[in-house]
């Protein structure tokens, strides 16, 4: 149990183009989504945290304009980064927390999406 | 002073070996504990939780809790180079896993 899922895992996209990520828990229903991001050989840095139906909240310096995020379903959560630069290229993670089979203290993490922004 | 406070190694063992991984955290009040492993290009899976002080074993896994010193570890017994990965020890500083902070990872590697 406890798998979450992304789609795509991997994007190429031109700069000024904006690209969604999606992240589903595929067995479990997730009470909280979050968003991270890493950049080669660094640690995890969470950008954001959702529930369901309610506005995400932002880490400092994260801008919620450019990174829009949509958890519309207790399975789904969306990340669109907007007006994609080369800086934007980077590994971004979701992991999510749940509840009825599985542990609620615990994340699970989605494989990641790889974007490259040219 | 970091919440969660890992040493970034590299670790080197041979295999075989008894790989020992340390981790520190800031927040007396932290009930959960957590080892994500973390291979080159691939995200976190966990490997171990804990929440009471002792040790808890998992195959060739133990991890070890001491509240009272603030200090969580991961012990990978005979080790093999597919434990090569960077290890992520994660503290939540709440109860439904909301606050979860992460160490920056300890690089491990296995030499055959």
């Known amino acids: 149990g406890a798998v979450v899922s992304q789609h795509p895992s991997r994007v190429i996209c031109k700069s000024g183009t904006s690209v969604k990520i999606e992240c589903r828990s595929l067995?479990?229903?997730?009470?909280?989504m979050f968003w991270y991001r890493q950049f080669p050989k660094k640690s995890l840095m969470l950008m954001a945290t959702?529930?369901?139906?309610?506005?995400?909240?932002?880490e400092q310096g994260v801008e919620k304009d450019k990174f829009l995020i949509n958890h519309a379903s207790l399975t789904l959560s969306t990340l669109t980064v907007t007006s994609a630069h080369p800086e934007d290229s980077s590994f971004y993670i979701c992991?999510?927390?749940?509840?009825?089979?599985?542990?609620?203290?615990?994340?699970?993490f989605g494989p990641g999406t790889r974007l490259t922004v040219l | 002073q970091k919440e969660v406070e890992q040493n970034s190694g590299p670790l080197s063992v041979p295999e075989g070996a008894i790989a020992s991984l340390n981790c520190t955290y800031s927040?007396?009040?932290?009930?959960?504990f957590f080892w994500y492993r973390q291979y080159s290009g691939k995200s976190p899976e966990l490997i171990m939780s804990?929440?009471?002080?002792g040790d808890k074993e998992d195959g060739r896994f133990t991890a070890q809790l001491n509240k009272a010193s603030q200090y969580v570890s991961l012990l990978i017994r005979d080790s093999q180079p597919s434990d090569s990965a960077t290890y992520l020890c994660?503290?939540?500083?709440?109860?439904?896993?909301?606050?979860?902070?992460f160490g920056a990872g300890t690089r491990l590697t296995v030499k055959p």
């Open positions: 067995d479990f229903q997730a009470t909280t």
């Open positions: 804990i929440y009471s002080n």
């Open positions: 927040d007396r009040g932290s009930q959960s």
């Open positions: 959702s529930n369901e139906g309610s506005k995400a909240t932002y």
């Open positions: 994660a503290v939540n500083m709440d109860d439904v896993g909301n606050d979860m902070r």
């Open positions: 992991s999510a927390t749940g509840f009825a089979s599985i542990r609620t203290d615990t994340q699970y």
